[in-house]
């Protein structure tokens, strides 16, 4: 057997180097894969493509204010959202108070402020959480196939079965019972809890059958040849090919979590006072639309606003990940 | 005759066909491969050639041990590759390797091509010392034609033909004795396809490699095959020299597979002989008795349907009812036919 | 480039343009499918593609033309342009005209090219699995169209096209008239789809790649039932394929393609004799031939180029082994290299001369 280095030298193939006149795409997709010399992977293509994207834009700074609003309310409000005055309750919008103040006399703009946090918290935790129980089991059953796959599935189907408000009321009013106080911290944590548990099926199902195809490939069957590892089968040639959908849809998710807390918190099972956060406050309105509707209008609006940027950027961030768009 | 590197015998491929949601019941058998034999000698390419459906694939999978085989054995270097288990199934990775067909699914699009092709030397560790891999990519790289400054790029950024070069650097890198190539160059375009063929001849001498070379296209079987190998519905049903196969065929599928191949010269229009076969080949779930071809064969009798014809030479074993055109050494070569027979000009 | 500039300025510009100039047409009739001057661009994000630059072809009652390239030649996207099932955008034509029996395609209304669309013109597709819909019958998906297009009854659309798979050849077409594409094997889909086609009565087929996804038994098969088709009918047939075997079994006349245009263009015979350009010549040198086995393959060096940046002057220079400066700066016309042959190529002429 010879040596490459010794075969290259002495072969000097005709055939060597000939392509690379150009190091061009093929052709066979036009204006496709340009190589302008820059080293882009797929993830680049993607960023390159969605820093074009006004949606992407909008949501990405509305993303950003919200984060920066969590990290630091003292930026935007000096006022305590729990200092309450009960002489000024119910009074609208004005200049001292920009939102106006809620039934007990607390400043509305402030607890709208201070409310980020929380909400952001549960949706970011909630996402993280569903994303990597859901990924995991998704792919070692997608990936091992058989029996796994069969349990694995059936015992998702139970958890994707149950309605999540239903589910979520259970959950909740058992570990945290009417008339308990927790602190702030163990509430959010149970209603993550619960949300994780609910939702883990879908993302579970998103891999599954990402994997399933990309277990069908012949990169993974070329890996095999080589002898390679189920580990390392599934944790360097799976996994980076089928994070895409999951991200994307732990991106619209996220949004999605967030208006799950409101209306945990709305139907007094989530968070409650003395947590500050949207859900609570659009709970605490509900009584008194008629009477004082900017009580419920700027918690809900914040909402929205907040639910639209991310599944905005889900969005975009699927449209610059869908190869079939490029 | 050089010593045999690969022996494989009898080997049959089933796959189950499963009915059922919750139970599950085995109904049927898809016989992918059922029952080939062939060897590969030292330095040889071996093609193997045959419609889509005739199990050519499936063979390569079990080979490759992608696919466990039903039954039967793989003889390569004194051992049965079927047998093997762990540590020794890793090392026969390093001595047979595969080239697949689709340069556009085999490169996992989220890797480097350094990486690519340097993941074998991470999987076995011990061919090639960590310092040292840098440097044997690049000269992958460059021994199969690409500039080594290649190395950070993505697939996507290749074409087709360029691509299949960093599949057959990745089959390259563990230096081994055994490569099956599995329809490198059917999705080529033609000037393409004629750099990445004329690169797998020039690595077959320079790293005395032996080659299964599976593909349906019969010129380009022909064009790389010392030996050649038909395959019908799972079964070989002749094999021989490439002169053999292409000049002298005597099963009359073979004369078919040739005579259809359209031949790129005006002139000979409407000249030679073509043989049409009607219909389409029968469902490898039940394939037809006896010999597999006589559905669509214009010779077929009785016997066909009731007796399997053996893949023989018919020094050894003369079959009833044969004819031979008399001393041509060229029609005796093993055919898998109860009356075969050479006929004058099947390829221009 | 200077096809470019000078066709968005008029649409009839250069002579390789002018659909009266070729040698080829007959004189004194008109082709009933001429293409001329033919300028498509696809805009991407990454750049303009001008994926056709001047592409002229035509094809007469009865003949069959066969329009071969390699992949990205613009072989492919020609045909979906003469049919109108062109994605606009991201493609636009920006030049040229297409003319069925006269009339140019590209100014009519929508209306009318629908109407031409089947009738005047029909296309068989390479991938039959997805071209037709899996949920509808076979029977169905024929029978839609002749009780739309036709206002045939519905018993008597599926009496034609009963007719119509009988014609192709399809066993037992009576039954297979019920049952849905994926019944059908890849050769029997390709009957069917081809069925398909002939419902209106078209006086051209476009056959995209018909039998590249098909084994080599079926693909005789299939190119004989077009053969047969075509000629019973006098249709003139366009057959895009890259098969060199293929199209020397078939074709009558021959246009090759490379970077979006016509490089030569033939009667199929000369051309395997002596082949005018050298892009053609290279083509049939890296086939790897059934009858002989060649030690090393002549290979065309280099890659096609990317549309999104077409070589100065002649677009294959950078491949030719002929090349000379004047290929570098200037980009050939398509002239007539001798009677009835066109040729892109300022060498062509001693390439015509030597052996």
New interface residues.
Partial sequence: MTDPTAAASAGKMETRAQEEITAEGHGARPGGGADDGKQRSLWGDAWVSLRRRPIFIISAVIILFLTVMALFPGLFTSVDPTKADLSLARQTPSADAWFGYDQQGRDIYARVIHGVRASLVVGVLATLGTVLLGSLVGLFAGFYGGWLDAILSRFADVFFGLPFVLGAIVILSTFNPPGTSYGPVRIIFQVIFSIVVLSWPVTMRIMRSAALTAKQQDYVKAARALGASPTRIIFRHLLPNTLAPVLVYGSIALGTYIALEATLSFLGVGLRTPVVSWGVMISDAKELIRIAPHMLLFPAGALAVTVLAFVMLGDAVRDALDPKMR | MSEPILQVRDLVKHFPVKRGVLFRRTIGQVKAVDGVSFDLNKGETLGVVGESGCGKSTLAQVLMRLEPATSGTAMFEGQDIFSLRGAALRKLRRDIQIVLQDPYTSLNPRMTVGDIVGEPFEIHPEVAPKGDRQAKVRELLDVVGLSPEHANRYPHQFSGGQRQRIGIARALALRPKVIICDEPVSALDVSIQAQVMNLLAELRREFSLSYVFIAHDLSVVRHLSDRVGVMYLGRMVEMGTEQQIYEHPTHPYTQALLSSVPVPDPSLRGQREIIRLTGDVPSPVSPPSGCRFRTRCWKARDLCATETPPLVDPGTSPVEGATWPGGDEGAAHPSACHFPEEKPKVVA | MSTEGQSAESPNPSPLEDPAAPAVVQQGSEPLLAVSGLHVE?R??????R?LNGVRYHVDAGETLAVLG????GKSVTANTVMGILEMPPAAITAGEIRFRGEDLLTASASRRREVRGEGIAMIFQDALSALNPVFTVGFQIEEQLRKRRGMSRKDARKRAIELLDLVRI?NAKGRVRQFPHEF????RQRAMIAMSLALDPEVLIADEPTTAL???????I??LLAEIQRERNMGMILIT????????V?DRIAVMYAGRIVEEAD??SI??KPGHPYTR???D??????Q??Q??????????????IPEGCPFH??CPLAIDLCREKDPELLTIAEGRVSACHRSDELMRDE
């Fill in positions: 696809f991407t994000q990454e750049g303009v593609a994926v390699e992949s990205g030649s066993p094997s890849g050769g029997m084994d080599v038994t079926v693909q005789a098969q190119m004989d890259h098969d060199l075997g293929v199209v020397a079994e074709a199929v015979h395997y004799r290279a083509l049939m890296s086939m790897p031939r059934l009858d086995r060649g090393e393959l002549n290979t065309i060096k280099g890659l096609p180029p990317s549309l999104t940046a950078p491949r």
